[in-house]
C-alpha cells in the first residue's frame, strides 16, 4: 500500500523567510508520480507540481522550488521569500503509474506566513 | 476556460437523511473522481467515474453512490446520513483513465447534525 507522511502540523515563519515543507512517501512500485497541492481557507484544492519518479531533476518555478530524492523516498517544497499570501495547507500525493489509481495524500502542513 | 464547478458550496443535514452533491469537471476533461476531506485531514479517495461507469473505488460503504453523466457531469449521493460524514466533498477531473493531473473544485462542505 502507498503511504504519504508530511511530519510537520503546522509551520509558521515570518514574511521573507525561507520555508522547507517535508514530504516522505513509500510504496514498492518503481513508477509512480508524486504532486503537490495548495490549499487556501476557500478549500479548493491548487495544482503546483507533478514529478514523476523517473524524472529526479529539481524544480524551480519563481519563489518555489521541488527537491525530490529517490534515495530517501522525499519530495520536500521550498519557499523563498514567502508571502503573506503563501498561507495555506499544502499537500503532498502520490499516484502509481499503472491503472486509474487514485491520488494518496499526505495529512497536510498548514503555513502560516507572518507579516 | 471553466474550471471544476461544484454545487451546493455548503449543507447542513441531520442524521438518516440523504445528500446529493454535484460536479462539472473542467472543460475538456471526461472523468470525475470524488474524494472526502474530514476536518485536519488530507482527502480520502471514494470512487473514479469515466464514461459512465464507476472505474476505482476507494474504501466506503455502500451508502456511498454515484453516477456520471453524458455531458460528463458528476453527482455523489450519500445516504442514511452519520454524524462521522461531515466533510469536505471535493470533486477532481482528469482527462481519460491516463495518469493526467487532477483538477479540483472548491468543493461541498456538509454538515450533519
Known amino acids: 500500500a502507498q503511504k504519504v507522511t508530511q511530519a510537520q502540523t503546522e509551520i509558521s515563519v515570518v514574511e521573507k523567510e525561507d520555508v522547507t515543507l517535508d514530504c516522505v512517501y513509500e510504496?514498492?512500485?518503481?513508477?509512480?508520480?508524486l504532486f503537490w497541492y495548495k490549499q487556501p481557507p476557500s478549500g479548493e484544492l491548487v495544482f503546483l507540481i507533478r514529478r514523476n519518479s523517473f524524472d529526479e531533476q529539481n524544480e524551480i518555478s519563481g519563489r518555489y522550488s521541488w527537491n525530490f530524492q529517490k534515495s530517501t523516498s522525499s519530495f520536500n517544497f521550498t519557499i523563498t521569500a514567502s508571502q503573506v499570501v503563501d498561507s495555506a495547507v499544502y499537500f503532498c500525493?502520490?499516484?502509481?503509474?499503472?491503472?486509474?489509481?487514485?491520488?494518496?495524500f499526505g495529512k497536510g502542513t498548514r503555513l502560516s506566513v507572518i507579516a | 476556460d471553466a474550471g471544476v464547478t461544484q454545487s451546493p458550496t455548503h449543507l447542513i443535514k441531520t442524521r438518516g437523511q440523504q445528500v446529493t452533491l454535484r460536479c462539472s469537471p473542467k472543460?475538456?476533461?471526461?472523468?470525475v473522481s470524488w474524494y472526502q476531506q474530514a476536518l485536519g485531514q488530507g482527502p480520502q479517495f471514494i470512487f473514479q467515474y469515466y464514461e459512465e461507469e464507476e472505474r476505482q473505488r476507494g474504501n466506503f460503504p455502500d451508502r456511498f453512490s454515484g453516477h456520471q453523466f453524458p455531458n460528463y457531469s458528476s453527482e455523489l449521493n450519500v445516504n442514511a446520513l452519520l454524524l462521522g460524514d461531515s466533510a469536505l466533498y471535493l470533486c477532481?477531473?482528469?482527462?481519460?483513465?491516463?495518469?493526467?493531473?487532477?483538477?479540483f473544485g472548491p468543493g461541498t462542505r456538509l454538515l450533519v447534525l
Open positions: 477532481a477531473s482528469s482527462s481519460g483513465l491516463a495518469l493526467e493531473t487532477q483538477y
Open positions: 500525493a502520490l499516484r502509481l503509474n499503472s491503472g486509474n489509481t487514485p491520488l494518496v
Open positions: 510504496t514498492r512500485d518503481t513508477t509512480y508520480y
Open positions: 472543460s475538456g476533461h471526461d472523468t
